[in-house]
């Protein structure tokens, strides 16, 4: 990678410098950029942004101080905040530059002067869907309309696909034609792919998702599928603008201000809502036509580990083969169809009418489509070093462990001396060698939780490691299984994971419900490692 000049750097080549070393890829970059298009080929453009204006004032907060609290807002900032890293790694901390440029952690006093506010928080959301069928029906009777809109088509259908599937509104924009898998029905959701959150999953299409990327196949959707007329890639955004359109009496209700909602992004609401409730929504209808908690899960993307009905050991064995999915969960997503189809029924109309299914598929094997869906394959595959994987960690979970007291570079350094001693008698041998042999799994699963508790060891998960790690026998009635056992919390705590999304009032929400199961499948995990003879 050549070192960037920050006088003549545009933003989008170090835009694109931070997309390759990261392996964030197009996504990253079109984030960046999307505030800024005019001025991202322009030489020094990336500088410009942190660069104050003679009332102080940068061309970032400028564009930032006013912006609501969306998705697409934090993505952007987030982004721009590694550019503004990528620049000061590549000057000197006595120049001029190095004090414009922007701290690792966010929301800083300096942070915050740069971009004129702080980063928006994680949504948590206070807004319950109506469970009733007729607002359902009522709901995608209107997006269904906007399906007759050449310019507004692929939106829709978007929004379509996301309802069936419950997938993250940006996994859904940025879902690519190589993620399809024909033959099985199913897409496979990359690790790197924006909105996955570092975990690959296979999700079973139904036949109104399956139909929808077969009509964009047919209209020779390449790269991304959701793309609108002008060429660009459907967004979240757009979903959410199109989502302000339609107009269902009660649709939503705010717990924190007591108002109903007729839409699912009202003006000036500050909570979670538009393309990111659509998750909601299809929690919501999956609880009520009786799919189990630990299923929707997996339907919806989340971790392997989160949703599986076994111990987490064995998860972490199941590493998703692309495309590949059972013939129980595509029924479970095939009830979701039957749920949209007589939706489109009560509200007057066949689905078939908006969404054709496809007389002839397109598969791998169709005249044409060669290659087509391939993903791109690694010629040799070599096994990685410590070097490689451990310090490849991503810039979020450094910041977070930072935040909880642990250098990651020192964990490193001294790993094999004290500091590995240390967390490994805080968090468990097996989750130690985690840390440094699997980062990438550690990342996305349990890192943040675990290396919190190496910190001050708090009464309860951690106080209970030293006795998992003594060894007892795992038959009936032992810790592990039974009524009480591990295997039962771990399963009690995803169904409330999902259940936040289903948003009935008496389940406590959590800021951070993707690690809601990370104590309990961490006593489970160490305490398999240690029964093994």
């Known amino acids: 990678m050549a070192d960037l000049d920050p006088k003549t750097a545009t933003l989008r080549e170090v835009a694109e410098t931070y997309a390759e070393k990261s392996k964030r890829g197009n996504t990253f970059v079109t984030s960046a950029l999307q505030y800024f298009k005019d001025i991202a080929d322009e030489p020094g453009s990336a500088m410009r942004l942190f660069e104050k204006d003679a009332e102080g004032n940068t061309l970032l907060s400028k564009t930032f101080k006013e912006s609501e609290d969306t998705s697409t807002v934090k993505s952007a900032m987030q982004n721009l905040r590694q550019v503004g890293l990528t620049l000061k790694s590549s000057v000197g901390p006595d120049t001029p530059e190095y004090k414009l440029l922007p701290d690792e952690r966010p929301n800083t006093d300096l942070n915050k002067r740069i971009f004129g506010r702080a980063e928006p928080a994680k949504a948590v959301s206070e807004v319950s869907i109506n469970p009733d069928k007729k607002k359902m029906s009522q709901l995608f009777a209107g997006i269904a309309s906007y399906l007759d809109d050449p310019e507004m088509r692929p939106v829709a259908q978007a929004i379509i696909f996301n309802l069936n599937t419950g997938l993250r ?3 859904v924009a940025g879902l690519e034609v190589s993620s399809y898998k024909p033959d099985t029905g199913a897409i496979y959701v990359s690790a790197e792919t924006k909105g996955a959150k570092g975990r690959a999953v296979n999700i079973p299409l139904n036949p109104i998702a399956d139909s929808i990327l077969q009509d964009r196949l047919s209209q020779g959707a390449k790269g991304a599928f959701f793309t609108k007329p002008n060429g660009k890639a459907v967004t979240s955004q757009d979903m959410t603008d199109l989502l302000k359109k339609v107009k269902v009496p009660d649709v939503a209700f705010d717990s924190a201000s007591q108002k ?11 909570g979670k809502k538009g393309s990111a409730l659509l998750r909601n929504v299809h929690a919501t209808i999956g609880h009520s036509i009786g799919i189990s908690q630990d299923r929707l899960a997996y339907l919806q993307g989340r971790s392997l580990k989160a949703a599986s009905t076994g111990s987490g050991e064995l998860a972490t064995y199941q590493t998703p083969f692309p495309g590949a999915v059972g013939e129980f969960d595509r029924e479970q997503a095939g ?5 949209w189809s007589e939706a489109a029924q009560e509200a007057g109309f066949d689905i ?7 007389e002839v598929r397109i598969t791998t094997q169709t005249a044409g489509y060669e290659g087509y869906f391939d993903l791109p394959v690694q010629e040799e595959v070599k096994e990685p070093t410590l070097a490689q994987t451990a310090k490849d960690i991503a810039p979020d979970l450094e910041e977070d462990l930072r935040s909880r007291g642990i250098n990651w570079s020192d964990v490193l350094a001294n790993f094999g001396k004290k500091t590995a001693k240390a967390v490994g008698a805080a968090i468990g041998v097996e989750t130690a060698r985690q840390i440094i042999e699997e980062p990438a799994a550690f990342a996305a699963e349990t890192a943040a939780e675990l290396a919190g508790k190496a910190v001050g060891l708090p009464a309860g998960p951690a106080a209970a490691v030293p006795l998992i790690m003594q060894a007892t026998p795992a038959g009936e009635g032992s810790a592990l299984t039974g009524p009480g056992s591990l295997q039962e919390q771990r399963q009690k705590e995803m169904e409330q994971v999902v259940m936040e999304d289903v948003d009935i009032p008496f389940i406590q929400r959590r800021q951070e ?5 990370a104590p309990i499948e961490r006593q489970v995990e160490e ?3 240690t029964r093994i003879p």
Do not use: H
């Open 352 to 358: 078939k009418s908006k969404v054709p299914m496809p």
């Open 513 to 517: 419900r993707e690690e809601a199961v």
């Open 335 to 339: 009830k979701f169809a039957t749920y």
């Open 169 to 171: 509104p940006n996994a």
């Open 260 to 270: 109903y909602f007729d839409t699912l992004a009202p003006e000036n609401f500050t």
């Open 527 to 529: 305490g398999f490692a």
